[in-house]
């Protein structure tokens, strides 16, 4: 593959009043707020060449990146394999302040080193796998710069995988809210990391 740009993106905020679990639920789209970040987003990157949009298939993914593939008048193209961390599939539907009484152990768990869960249908490393495996893929059928769009967790496991930095450390600088990580390659490094707006967060 020759040398590509990819810009990986972390959906806006969702609108989570009760602040579940929401995992692959339906019905989370972005909140008011999110959707500020999500058209922050799509300004920055209005100006920088881009030829393909590509989503997970989860709602609050879909609207993030239907608002930045606007100004470059494309479709925005779903890979199955872009979704959320299956893990979160455990909890989902559960208030994450009764996660720890629901499932003892399990967040506190993950909280300390994700690399060694046992409760869980995806390992840390297979979701690795499956996130590396999907940008990779995404950039093989785009010619030219392409975006990325998904979550949290599976992001920060493509970027750390595709450069090399391992899964050790995992929670430190996870992406924020709408926030865009460039990565070029291959080999694949890290070449800028961009949040849009103010009202971006973790």
């Known amino acids: 593959m020759p040398d590509q740009r990819v810009h990986l993106v972390r959906h806006g905020e969702v609108h989570n009043p009760n602040h579940v679990v929401y995992a692959d639920l339906p019905g989370f789209d972005l909140s008011d707020l999110g959707r500020v970040q999500a058209r922050a987003t799509a300004a920055h990157l209005a100006s920088s060449p881009v030829a393909g949009v590509w989503s997970s298939p989860l709602a609050r993914a879909l609207e993030t990146a239907s608002i930045i593939a606007g100004p470059h008048r494309l479709p925005t193209r779903v890979l199955p394999t872009l979704t959320e961390w299956t893990l979160l599939g455990r909890w989902r539907g559960v208030a994450w302040e009764e996660v720890p009484a629901r499932f003892p152990g399990e967040l506190e ?77 291959p080999p694949w490094r890290l070449t800028g990391r961009v949040v849009s707006n103010e009202g971006a967060h973790p």
């Open 109 to 185: 768990a993950y909280l300390a080193d994700p690399t060694v869960l046992v409760a869980t249908p995806e390992t840390l490393e297979q979701l690795k796998d499956r996130m590396c495996a999907a940008v990779e893929n995404a950039a093989r059928l785009t010619a030219g710069p392409l975006v990325v769009v998904g979550h949290q967790d599976p992001l920060q496991a493509a970027v750390r995988g595709m450069t090399g930095l391992g899964l050790d450390q995992f929670h430190r600088s996870k992406p924020a809210h709408a926030e865009i990580i460039t990565l070029e390659g």
